[in-house]
């Protein structure tokens, strides 16, 4: 299986610091994807990185990918109320996505 | 924005009846999926299809399931004879050509009682 799997499962930081969360998973890939779910939603694409670049910038996130650990981390900096929700790792091929179990981030004003 | 969207957001059935829920992808994309998340666990991948068959499949997705594109916008998926454990979120994604990005619906949630 290329599972991911998030740690920690869950991170309670206050607004305005920043928030990293990790992903491993077991197989070669070519890409990872981040997901975003906030509670009883969808999931909502964040960020995808390729197996051939080592890190990637969307506004406040940041991805890195190490493939020789096969590992990925996210960073939300300055995090916001509005960021508390679960992220998940995805990878997997054009017909299929392997999600890991998540890490639920809370947000404290 | 174009948006992928489902119905109904709420589904209750008795076991043992048949559901069908419905999603309408976006429009140009080509590619179609259903996942389902039982409460407190993880996405799990059901079923991919693409030129009107399946592509993939997983183990959850037995004789019970099937999937349809009965119109060239709605995708849907039937479970013919619901269990208790059938219960979950149960969403629909769809991407487009030359791309990974997967867009999801807000979900379904089915209880089975």
């Known amino acids: 299986s290329q599972q991911g799997e998030e740690d920690p499962q869950a991170l309670s930081i206050q607004e305005g610091e920043n928030a990293t969360m990790n992903c491993s998973y077991k197989?070669?890939?070519?890409?990872l994807q981040w997901y975003r779910q906030n509670s009883g939603r969808g999931l909502v694409h964040l960020i995808l990185?390729?197996?051939?670049?080592r890190e990637k910038h969307s506004g406040r996130l940041r991805v890195t990918l190490d493939t020789s650990k096969k590992s990925s981390s996210l960073l939300i900096t300055a995090s916001r109320a509005a960021d508390t929700a679960s992220y998940f790792c995805?990878?997997?091929?054009?017909?299929?996505?392997?999600f890991g179990a998540g890490t639920t981030v809370t947000v404290r004003a | 924005e174009p948006e992928v969207t489902q119905t109904p957001s709420h589904q209750v059935t008795q076991m043992g009846q048949e559901v069908i829920l419905r999603c309408v992808p976006i429009?140009?994309?080509?590619?179609f999926y259903w996942y389902r998340q039982i409460l407190g666990q993880k996405v799990e991948f059901l079923v991919s299809?693409?030129?009107?068959?399946?592509?993939?499949k997983s183990e959850i997705f037995d004789d019970q399931f099937s999937v349809e594109r009965p119109d060239g916008s709605n995708f849907t998926l039937k479970i013919r004879s619901t269990k208790l454990e059938d219960s979950a979120m149960y969403f629909c994604?769809?991407?487009?050509?030359?791309?990974?990005?997967?867009?999801f619906g807000p979900g379904t949630r089915l209880t089975v009682t």
């Open positions: 994604a769809s991407t487009g050509l030359a791309s990974y990005e997967q867009y």
């Open positions: 197989t070669s890939i070519n890409n």
């Open positions: 990185i390729r197996s051939n670049e």
């Open positions: 995805a990878t997997g091929g054009d017909y299929k996505l392997s």
């Open positions: 429009s140009n994309h080509l590619y």
């Open positions: 299809f693409y030129n009107n068959e399946i592509s993939e």
